[in-house]
């Protein structure tokens, strides 16, 4: 696995961190608004800094001189930022100016033995003659940027290379391995759980709904296999979202299913299973991703709460039974190392190809136990399926009327399959492919003797007339 060199991003909320972070990773990976402290925990992006210079930056929260709950963590994230790093941009903000806390935030750096350098964003047409007034800060020159507009990013790129360790060239900046997309209503352990799984306080886990925000991407290896966790922010009802950075948090959550290869749904034992829940199943389910139930908090209920729990999961969640469920408490740690073998096989077998062959004994077998119910007096019928793309493995019927078939008899066809295949939490997608009639639109041509008895034929009708 190869070390990339780390360039972290610090600096007051609002000065534009995450602009800069979405400019020079080339994406909009991180929430972007005026709103201020709309990054919360640490995110990582491999960028290509120059021709074959790779690295890691980090997009941190802004810093605060408050002394909220919220705010402290996310100054131990920071912190726990600036120890990854070998280079800091200490960004501040031209129409600020500099600002008291401008003056803490850098008499705190000044005493790391880090290389930092000190990022003057929103500088629009401004030269160094104007921005004097940042010598104060006691860290060198500013380098004036516009992450905006993207003016003086090179500059910035070509002050930032000499001071890197030695650069790895690699043929791909990024393994992403098997991508689990942590997802749940706001306050049910999600970030408790992936920091139970990395052995630290990776992500910013607080008890306040809505702490995660961004969708975080983590890498990680555990026993050689490759991992890419995927922190989403806690899904609310929509009558429930009244920030606007709610509602990028629900798009960003809704794109963390895509990402990912396995989602891991966590619920609330205490909770038991909502609606909401059942919704965000169906999203997961429309997706067709590999699923995984947790149940989180569940060494904290009695056996009855526990029955009632159980109760509730198998009436509504019956449309995902091919799903299993895990019981944990993620906050002591039981049951959580037990959550990959079935990780890495649904992985498995939502990536795998079946042979044709197999397919069709199986669909030979599904309509001699049911064949699909007449529509409008024709009934469908299924001569041939083969297997087209994988998460999850599509199925293509072909046949007759097939346009017909009712949602009852879909779902049976995918059950039969699932357990005949004996797939593991993953989901089948079907689709139907009506056959073509060879003779469409083709005029039929007939021979003399057709004609000679047609006529024959017409002058035998004419006289029963």
């Not at 910035?156 to 650069?167: G, Q, R, V």
């Not at 706001?186 to 408790?192: A, Q």
């Not at 007449?374 to 299924?382: F, I």
């Amino acid at each position: 696995m190869v070390s990339y060199p780390i360039i972290s991003l610090v600096g007051r909320p609002n000065v534009g961190k995450s602009t800069l972070f979405n400019r020079l990773s080339k994406s909009r990976q991180a929430l972007v608004s005026d709103f201020e402290g709309l990054t919360r925990d640490r995110q990582y992006a491999s960028i290509e800094l120059d021709d074959n210079i790779y690295c890691s930056i980090v997009d941190t929260g802004g810093l605060t001189n408050e002394n909220s709950l919220i705010d402290s963590g996310i100054q131990d994230q920071v912190l726990n930022a600036l120890n990854e790093s070998d280079v800091i941009y200490f960004i501040v903000s031209n129409k600020d100016g500099v600002t008291s806390l401008d003056l803490d935030i850098a008499s705190q750096l000044r005493k790391l033995k880090k290389n930092i350098i000190l990022v003057c964003n929103k500088a629009e047409g401004l030269d160094k003659s104007s921005a004097s007034e940042f010598y104060e800060l006691g860290l060198g020159d500013p380098c004036l940027i516009s992450a905006e507009h993207n003016q003086g990013i090179q500059d910035l790129i070509e002050m930032t290379i000499p001071l890197l360790p030695e650069i790895i060239e690699i043929e791909s900046p990024e393994v992403k391995g098997i991508a689990v997309a942590v997802l749940g209503r706001p306050n049910v352990g999600k970030s408790t759980l992936i920091n139970r799984i990395l052995g630290e306080e990776r992500v910013l886990a607080i008890d306040i709904p809505g702490t995660t925000r961004d969708s975080i991407f983590i890498p990680f290896e555990r026993e050689g296999q490759q991992y890419t966790l995927i922190d989403t922010a806690g899904i609310r009802r929509k009558r429930s979202v009244n920030e606007k950075v709610e509602i990028f948090s629900i798009i960003k959550a809704k794109d963390a299913i895509d990402d990912s290869h396995v989602v891991i749904l966590v619920l609330d034992a205490h909770e038991g299973v909502t609606e909401q829940d059942a919704t965000l199943l169906g999203m997961v389910e429309d997706k067709g991703r590999a699923l995984l139930i947790v149940i989180n908090k569940w060494d904290g209920l009695d056996d009855y709460q526990k029955n009632e729990v159980k109760r509730k999961l198998d009436v509504k969640l019956s449309f995902v039974n091919y799903a299993s469920v895990h019981y944990i408490s993620a906050l002591h740690g039981s049951g959580v190392g037990k959550l990959f073998a079935p990780i890495k096989k649904s992985f498995e077998h939502a990536g795998q190809r079946f042979p044709t062959s197999l397919l069709n004994k199986i669909l030979e077998k599904a309509n001699d136990a049911h064949q699909a119910p007449p529509v409008a007096g024709r009934r469908p019928r299924l001569k041939f399926v083969n297997q087209t793309d994988v998460f999850p493995p599509t199925l293509i019927f072909h046949g007759n009327h097939v346009n017909n078939i009712p949602n009852s008899y879909e779902r049976f066809l995918k059950n039969f399959f699932i357990t005949s295949l004996k797939l593991s939490n993953t989901p089948i997608k079907i689709e139907y492919k009506a056959g073509d009639n060879p003779f469409k639109d083709r005029k039929n041509t007939l021979s003399v003797r057709q004609v000679q008895k047609k006529r024959r034929l017409m002058k035998f009708v004419k006289k029963k007339k």
